[in-house]
């Protein structure tokens, strides 16, 4: 998973972070409470709709597995979905924040390429 500080969640997009906080700590979900300060953005979603903001958070072959169990939970800004515990993949339904979340992540991407 990479670490850097520029793909940290809690740091790129603090907004999104704080919802996921706020879902996982009304449904009492410790277990996933204390992975989100270390969430690292991996990857863009690769739909290819430009506002969709969706991202992973763990390598998009695991979230294909179709053995591992899967939940998600619905947020303000969209959906948490987890796979065998941990949080792999953020949706980001298309609309105009997903199009900035979109931006943002791939400023962030290409900055980290570099």
């Known amino acids: ?8 969640l809690v740091f790129l ?55 591992l169990s899967h939940e998600g939970l619905r947020t303000k800004s969209g959906l948490i979905e987890v796979f065998n515990g941990e949080i792999g993949f953020i949706e980001i339904v298309p609309s105009e924040i997903g199009k900035e979340v979109r931006k943002k992540i791939s400023e962030a991407l290409i900055r980290e390429e570099l």
Request: aromatic share 4%; glycine share 4%; hydrophobic share 30%.
């Open 1 to 8: 998973m990479n670490s850097s500080p520029c793909l940290k």
């Open 13 to 67: 997009l603090p907004e999104i972070a704080n919802d996921i906080i706020e879902k996982l700590e009304k449904e009492e979900r410790l277990d996933l409470l204390e992975q989100v300060q270390e969430l690292s953005i991996i990857s863009l979603c690769e739909c290819g709709d430009t506002s969709c903001g969706s991202f992973y958070t763990i390598e998009p072959s695991v979230t294909e597995n179709e053995q």
